[in-house]
Nanobody, 125 residues
Framework: QVQLAESGGALVQAGGSLRLSCAASGRTFSNYAVGWFRQAPGKERELVAA????????YCADSVKGRFTISRDSAKNTVYLQMSSLEPEDTAVYYC??????????????????WGQGTQVTVSS
């Protein structure tokens, strides 16, 4: 079993940048495909970005493409979400999730086995 801990959320002005971290403990993180999700008040949880076990395959949702980048550092057992040109619409709780069954990109939240507690990102206009 792997435990996930997100960090890096903050209050930032529109146009600013943040880097979220998802640190894993308990197991080798490179054995898991990882996704970043977000959930804004009153909205469904949505996939923001995903990365394969090896890191060779990456996905970003259209709403964040060109602004967000997902990456992983196996030596640090950490997956990152670099966010730039932030918009008020990016305000949400951001969660990372890990899937132990698939080596490629995982798009559905229902396929993920482990979840972190979330980190709040608030973008002011």
């Amino acid at each position: 079993q792997v435990q996930l801990a997100e960090s890096g959320g903050a209050l930032v002005q529109a146009g600013g940048s943040l880097r979220l971290s998802c640190a894993a403990s308990g197991r080798t993180f490179s054995n898991y495909a990882v996704g970043w999700f977000r959930q804004a008040p009153g909205k469904e949880r949505e996939l923001v970005a995903a990365i394969s076990r090896s890191g060779a395959s990456r996905y970003c949702a259209d709403s964040v493409k060109g602004r967000f980048t997902i990456s992983r550092d196996s030596a640090k057992n950490t997956v990152y979400l670099q966010m730039s040109s932030l918009e008020p619409e990016d305000t949400a709780v951001y969660y990372c999730a890990a899937d132990q069954s698939n080596s490629g990109l995982v798009y559905s939240q229902y396929q993920y086995d482990y979840w972190g507690q979330g980190t709040q990102v608030t973008v002011s206009s």
